[in-house]
């Protein structure tokens, strides 16, 4: 029940600037509901996207292939993807919890170190 500007973005590739480009190329009104298109229009939208865009299993399937080959040669990105790190020269020392994973506990952390000793 959404509109098809906002439908199409469902689709992994599809963000708003193509979204809008298809339904101008096939001449779809933007915010007409999905369950109001007729087959022709579904048609039209289909062909247009398998043609002019690479979306979904081809597009991961081709991101994956630039992560393998940027390994394969060893470059610096290559090793960073190889060790979960951050890509593109964000700070590590603190933050990137995200892609390093939970905090390993230490001992010792956490309190400060001396407190209450005389």
Not at 21 to 36: E, F, P, S
Not at 46 to 56: A, T
Not at 87 to 97: I, W
């Amino acid at each position: 029940d959404k509109a098809i500007r906002v439908a199409l973005q469902y689709i992994y590739g599809i963000g708003p600037t193509l979204s809008q480009k298809a339904l101008t190329a096939t001449g779809v009104d933007a915010n007409i509901r999905v369950k109001d298109l007729t087959e022709e229009q579904v048609g039209q939208l289909r062909n247009v996207i398998d043609k002019e865009y690479r979306v979904e299993g081809d597009l991961r399937r081709e991101v994956q292939f630039n992560i393998k080959r940027l390994i394969d040669i060893g470059c610096v990105r290559g090793t960073r993807h190889r060790m979960n790190l951050p890509v593109h020269g964000q700070r590590t020392r603190t933050n990137a919890r995200n892609k390093r994973g939970a905090r390993k506990t230490v001992a010792g952390r956490g309190q400060r170190r001396g407190v209450g000793k005389k």
